[in-house]
């Protein structure tokens, strides 16, 4: 069996879980990822990667020939300065990807803006009311017509809030740090890591080209609801909450702007998926039995 050519444009928590999710799976792999510092060797896992520089300056060329060799390529860098600097690459060098069986595009759903608490899914209307919003729908739109211009396969997951064992509400209780902004009717969307990791792993044979899917689990929350939850798990006091007035976090008022429940089903049915972690709750407490 031939090994599968994985190309990775960033390497955080979604694209190293992707990888885990594969080697689990004990499949035969290729790896190669970008990251901002100059091109070097790393290890993960006791594999030996090569790690090419990627940024908006300075680029490593040999990435060219690593791409066109790749049958998958996840891009997980978020737009620099409002622009998206790997579909901006992709027009500047490829005429076309003929070993690639997809592309995924790793968007937010903060595409969606505010919806005052209902539901969203992926043929709602997108009015995105934050930066990273407006530059995660752009990023999309330009991903989408590079996709028809140069003819290769493109998937566009919109992703809830991710949390992990390296970083969810537990951890942050215990520091000191969770800070709850008392708002009423604010529903959020979020998504254990590995559901992400294992849909990824799933789209490598069940996969439809051009589709959007939003990636969330079955629970919009508040996030109250959620910190009261995981204090509970701790046996800490609840936090206190704040007026939105007092946020000084730019990124914290943004978060807040936004109330919506974010629809799963099509994901769910296409991949034939039911979730490791349906909810914060069975998300918490697995994270609490075993890294807390």
Known sequence: MSKLKVFCFGFGQVAESFVNKLIY?????????????????VEFNNLKINSYQFTNSKIDASIIEKVEEANYIL???????GKDIVVDYFKANFKNIENCNWVTYLSATSVYGDHKGDWVNERS??????????????????????????????????LAGIYSHEFNILKRLKSGKAQIV???????????????????????????NKEIYNICDDKPAPQGEVAAYGA??????????????????EMLKNFYKDSKKVDNKKMKTFFNYSLKFPTYVEGLNHIFNNNI
């Open 125 to 158: 209307i997108t009015k995105p009311t934050s930066k990273n919003g407006t530059d995660r729908l752009n990023a999309e739109k330009a991903w989408k017509s590079l996709s028809t211009k140069i003819n290769f396969p493109l998937q566009i997951f919109r």
């Open 25 to 41: 799976e004990k499949k035969a792999f290729d790896l190669s990822i970008s990251s901002r510092q100059e091109t070097h060797q």
């Open 182 to 208: 008392n708002k009423k009717n604010h529903f959020f969307s979020r998504i254990h890591v590995e559901d992400i990791a294992n849909i990824l792993y799933r789209s490598i044979k069940n996969f439809k």
């Open 232 to 249: 509970k798990l701790l046996k800490l006091n609840q936090p206190t909450s704040i007026e939105l007035e007092e946020v000084e976090s």
């Open 75 to 81: 891009i997980s860098i978020p737009p620099v300065d």
